[in-house]
C-alpha cells in the first residue's frame, strides 16, 4: 500500500517524466527543422526514455495498490536559439529532475516507505549519467562555436546513439 501523500508525489513525477518527453520531442523537431537529424535521431531516442521513465513509476504506483491519475500536459518551447542553447536548456531540465527526484526520495524517508525508497535509487544513479551526458554534449558544442563542420561532426556523432 502506498499513503495519499505518496501517491500524488508519485503521480506528480508521471507529468514530470512525459513533459521531460514532450521537450525533447519538441527539441527533436527543432533540429529537424535545421536539418540536423542526427541531433533529432538522438533527442527522439531521449523522448522515449523518458516515456519509460513515467512508465516505472506508473508501474511502481500499481504493485503497490495505488491509483494512478494524469494530469494535463504542458506545451513545451518550440524554439531555441542555437543546438548549444537547446542542449544547455536540456541540461537545466535535467538538473531540475534530479531534484525532484531527491525531493521524492526524501519524501520515501520521511514516510518510512522503504520500497519506494529503492525504487528511486534507480533514478538517483539515472539522473547522474543523464546529466553528465547532457553536459558533455554542451560541452562539446561550446568547443566549436557553431562551425558548420563541427556541428556535422556532433550530428553525426549523436545520430548513431543506440535507440534504448
Ligand atoms: Fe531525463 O530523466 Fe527522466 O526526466
Redesign the pocket.
Known amino acids: 500500500m502506498i499513503n495519499d501523500k505518496l501517491q500524488s508525489a508519485l503521480n506528480g513525477q508521471i507529468n ?2 512525459i513533459f ?2 514532450y521537450l ?1 520531442l519538441s527539441m527533436a523537431a527543432y533540429f529537424q527543422s535545421l536539418n540536423l537529424n542526427g541531433f533529432a535521431a538522438w533527442m527522439k531516442a ?1 523522448a522515449r ?2 516515456m519509460s ?2 512508465m516505472k513509476f506508473y508501474g511502481f504506483i500499481n504493485e503497490m495498490e495505488g491509483r494512478v491519475t494524469l494530469k494535463a500536459v504542458q506545451e513545451p518551447q518550440k524554439e531555441w536559439k542555437s543546438p548549444l542553447d537547446a542542449f544547455n536548456a536540456a541540461l537545466q ?2 538538473r531540475h ?1 534530479s531534484g525532484r527526484i531527491n525531493d521524492l526520495y526524501r519524501l520515501a524517508m520521511a514516510e518510512s516507505c522503504y520500497p519506494m525508497q529503492i525504487m528511486l535509487q534507480w ?1 538517483i544513479k ?2 547522474v549519467e ?1 546529466e553528465a551526458t547532457a553536459s558533455a554534449i554542451v560541452h562539446q558544442l561550446g568547443q566549436i562555436h557553431d562551425s558548420p563542420q563541427g556541428l556535422w561532426l556532433i550530428d553525426r556523432e549523436l545520430g548513431a546513439r543506440k535507440s534504448d
Open positions: 514530470e517524466e521531460s518527453a525533447y531521449q526514455e523518458e521513465h513515467a531540465h535535467e529532475i533514478f539515472e539522473q543523464e
